[in-house]
């Protein structure tokens, strides 16, 4: 069983064995593979091979998956590689591959970096049967989006048991559900290379629901490497006297060491930049200090967690009502950006144990166990569809002010529960005692749903009252003897 993962910028595969879920490495011995694919004649070469390719052939292709639908198409293309042309609301790439073009549709792109993750898989299980997997896609793709994703997928070799969205399954990477009884609130923040989303759930009696997930294109993890790019830039034009923008070699070979330099600095507090015979011959050597970075990309990082208090303000909810902060994207290994989470949430766990590029694939891999023991099991039999209630319930007596739960939102439905409520001593001539059921949704106010009204002679103090709530959402109070 395996979970798979693929993003604009990387692409992650592990594999469920004997209830241990390891990550797969690829044939140059990475766990995460570059989601790059060159374009050649008669060749597809995807992963870091792609990107080590000429610095200025213009047919690499990055970003397909953004691609698939016509909002998601990248506005900020990186020069250098192949970019993108839209016709009629639909997405390609026309390359130039010797003295001919090639089309090639941004499905066709994800196939083949998912046919490299399948030879992968075959590699690592050593059998022959079906791969079986679990397929997570963005929480915002549309429709017709996620079939297309998972035909590239099922094009490919794979075997898709079932589809998910990246934030459920970075959950799921971390939490059995089956143990959380009380409701736990949930951030997953997730930092591309070309995105960012921020989503905001919550865990209850073994159910996970997304409650709310904003996603921000453009603006993600090749944000803070152009800020890295335009200060070796300026180091080059005040040391070497010339300006490494005005040459297109130069321009993309100085990206590509940005970029490096990002991923070094995430894990090292200082990294060498050098680059032989960059321009006329001559070399360039520089070292880079993390503070000096971490300065620098500061208007960034503000841009990229501005999303998450709007979300919580949404929601009406404050940094102290989240219970777990999930971080996913190679981004997210940045020292500052962790500890700008943990200062923002100081009664969160935050959870980044697993690294944040592998994340989604392992929760992905975990919910393949739920799969295991049902392959044979008739579709139709496992897919249904699970009612919730949309509204939390509270009740008060009468003649008091105050209000107490008595369902949380999110409840799985139909649902019976009993609850014992103490009366206060009241007026002699008052010969029933009243018990209102409201809901309050958010707003300013509560709204009364019903009332229960129980002759006083009959109690002795207290009520006992059982209320349900079937799948349609209708509810029925009726009080104990």
């Not at 693929?6 to 797969?24: F, H, P, R, W, Y």
């Not at 603006?219 to 490497?225: M, N």
């Not at 208007?299 to 909810?317: F, R």
């Not at 006992?464 to 959402?473: K, M």
Request: hydrophobic share 40%; glycine share 6%.
């Amino acid at each position: 069983m395996f979970g798979l993962y693929v993003g604009n910028t990387s692409a992650c595969i592990a594999m469920l064995k004997d209830d241990e879920v390891q990550v797969l490495v690829n044939y140059v011995g990475e766990r995460v593979t570059s989601a790059s694919v060159e374009v050649l004649d008669n060749e597809r070469v995807v992963g870091v091979a792609a990107k080590a390719g000429p610095n200025n052939s213009g047919n690499v292709i990055i970003h397909s998956k953004m691609c698939l639908y016509p909002e998601g198409i990248a506005a900020n293309e990186i020069e250098g590689y192949c970019p993108v042309v839209v016709e009629e609301g639909h997405s390609k790439y026309v390359v130039d591959v010797g003295s001919k073009k090639i089309i090639v549709t941004p499905k066709e792109v994800v196939e083949e970096i998912f046919r490299y993750l399948y030879n992968i898989a075959n590699s690592a299980s050593q059998e022959n049967g079906d791969a079986n997997a679990i397929l997570t896609v963005p929480y915002h793709f549309s429709q017709s989006a996620k079939e297309e994703f998972c035909e590239a997928a099922i094009s490919s070799g794979f075997n898709i048991l079932q589809v998910i969205t990246d934030p459920s399954a970075a959950v799921m990477a971390y939490e059995n559900l089956e143990n959380e009884s009380l409701p736990r609130k949930f951030v997953v923040y997730r930092v591309g290379g070309s995105s960012m989303e921020v989503s905001v759930g919550v865990i209850t009696g073994g159910m996970l629901q997304i409650l709310k997930s904003v996603y921000e294109p453009g603006i993600g993890g090749d944000a803070l490497t152009a800020v890295i790019f335009e200060y070796l830039a300026q180091d080059v034009k005040m040391r070497m006297q010339f300006n490494p923008l005005e040459n297109s070699r130069c321009r993309m070979k100085l990206y590509k060491l940005a970029e490096h330099s990002k991923h070094i600095l995430s894990t090292n507090s200082l990294t060498t930049c050098c680059l032989e015979t960059f321009y006329n011959g001559m070399d360039y050597c520089h070292t880079v200090t993390r503070s000096r970075i971490e300065s620098l990309i500061s208007p960034v990082l503000t841009q990229l967690t501005k999303p998450v208090w709007e979300i919580l303000e949404d929601l009406n909810m404050k940094a102290d009502d989240i219970d777990k902060v999930i971080l996913c994207g190679g981004s997210l290994k940045i020292p500052k950006l962790q500890k700008y989470f943990k200062d923002s949430f100081p009664a969160a766990e935050i959870l980044n144990s697993i690294s944040p590029d592998e994340v989604i694939a392992v929760g992905a891999a975990k919910q393949g166990s739920c799969h295991i023991e049902c392959l044979n099991v008739p579709h139709s039999i496992l897919n249904k569809d699970i009612a919730f209630l949309d509204t939390s319930l509270y009740y008060k007596v009468k003649s008091s002010n105050s209000f107490d739960s008595l369902i949380h939102r999110h409840t799985v439905l139909p649902v019976t529960i009993t609850k014992t409520i103490l009366l206060e001593p009241e007026d002699d001539d008052d010969l029933n005692a009243v018990v209102e059921i409201h809901t309050f949704g958010g707003g300013k106010s509560y709204d009364l749903l019903k009332e229960v009204v129980v002759p006083k002679k009959d109690l002795a103090g207290k009520i006992t009252l059982e209320l349900s709530v079937d799948a349609e959402g209708a509810i029925d109070c009726k009080v104990c003897e």
